[in-house]
């Protein structure tokens, strides 16, 4: 039995939380720990109801600290696995976080954002985790995140965040939001779905080194051999040499072990960045926003676009990795840039310092769980 046999019709109408369960489950995910916590709780529930279906696992933890633990050590048995939680567990998972960056661990982090900071607005919606999910764990490093803006987007983006974790060993962060999460669309079940595998060894036992790359495929990310399978395996999140074992006190070791992680995402930024974007041809003006946000914009873009504007909608699907490129080149042609986010500028200063000074970098702020209006934006276009 597969994801497809459960899910029922190809068409359907549920929340966001539901399609973001239905891409977890179309991508092979078979293990979820997680903590209930508002407004995530529904993914955990419809795990909970499909997971022992498809021969998976489904475990309520204690906290967010033991959930996102639990993920990294199911995901070293060979499973893909999944937590969600909003902004107060997402603050408890950010040491593990960086444990599974260090480990090279694939496993993916769904955070339905909610006004904060501490406990907040529970049940209202925010994009104020942006930060958190680059930044949240202490040390250097790279880290992938996604946006979704719709449900249909949120059911793809999360078989793309499991594709890319595995791919790349890394995990990733799928930022939703509570408005994302509790809206109900029609979804179209997609098939034929490109699912991704961790690359796997096929060597003998004494060749293998756990963080060795380059064994089969000429890339910075090593194969993957899973507990059990008969190779040695050892994992820490000190610094560590191609064993795996700890060399702390080695300055070179550390630096080239760091450089790794972080390479592995930034040159591979064109397979990982992804926007949809509409009128960017002739424009003279670029609204840029992401999730929720980015409705009411393609919205004031459409009525800019009938008073003859020369206007463009940019939604970043893509947050971490941030294209630095893409944002520099379009600075170059635009004269004014409106960033749209539900906090006080969080992508906006990235945005800004990636156009140099070369064009208006401007912000359309929403606080307090209000969702931005068109008339907002296109107040600012004008």
């Known amino acids: 039995m597969d994801a497809y046999d459960i899910l029922g019709p190809s068409e359907q109408y549920i929340q966001g939380d539901k399609a ?16 209930p916590i508002t407004p995530a709780t529904e993914i955990a529930e419809e795990m909970s109801r499909f997971l022992p279906k498809l021969g998976g696992t ?15 050590g199911a ?3 060979g499973k893909k696995t999944m937590t969600a939680t909003s902004g107060p567990g997402f603050s408890l998972m950010q040491e593990n976080i960086g444990y599974a960056v260090m480990t090279e661990t694939p496993c993916v982090i769904v955070d339905v954002q909610r006004g904060g900071p501490s406990t907040g607005q529970p049940t209202m919606s925010s994009q104020g985790d942006v930060m958190q999910a680059r930044y949240g764990s202490h040390g250097d490093y790279e880290i992938i995140a996604l946006c979704p803006s719709s449900v249909q987007e949120t059911l793809e983006l999360t078989i793309r965040a499991f594709n890319l974790s595995e791919k790349y060993r890394v995990p990733v962060i799928l930022m939703m939001d509570e408005s994302i999460g509790h809206m109900r669309e029609k979804i179209t079940i997609p098939k034929d779905v490109l699912i991704a595998n961790r690359s796997t060894v096929d060597i003998s036992y004494a060749y293998y080194r756990p963080f060795r790359t380059g064994y089969m495929h000429a890339t910075k ?24 074992f700890p060399t702390t006190v080695n300055p070179k070791a550390h630096s080239d072990l760091i450089k790794r992680l972080s390479e592995k995402i930034t040159d591979n930024i064109d397979d990982i960045f992804y926007v949809n974007n509409k009128h960017l041809e ?12 980015a409705r009411p914009s393609l919205a004031a873009v459409n009525m800019a676009q009938k008073l003859e504007k020369n206007v463009a909608f940019i939604n970043l699907n893509t947050l971490w990795p941030f ?3 893409f944002i520099s080149e379009l600075s170059k042609q635009v004269e004014k840039i ?19 000074g070369r064009c208006d970098v401007v912000l359309v702020s929403s606080l307090g769980g209000r969702v931005p209006t068109p008339k907002d934006i296109v107040e600012m276009i004008k």
């Open 282 to 293: 002739y424009a003279e003006i670029a609204v840029i926003s992401y999730g929720i946000s």
């Open 75 to 77: 995901s070293w048995t």
């Open 20 to 35: 973001c369960v239905y891409g977890a489950l179309i991508a092979g995910c078979r293990f979820f720990a997680g903590y």
């Open 338 to 356: 409106i960033v749209v986010e539900m906090n006080m500028g969080l992508m906006y200063h990235s945005i800004r310092e990636a156009a140099e």
């Open 323 to 325: 294209n630095y490129e």
């Open 221 to 244: 990310i090593p194969e993957f051999a899973p507990f059990g399978s008969g190779y040695k395996t050892f994992i820490t999140g000190l610094t560590h040499d191609e064993d795996g």
């Open 58 to 72: 489904y475990i309520q933890m204690e906290d967010e600290i033991a959930s996102m633990g639990a993920i990294i």
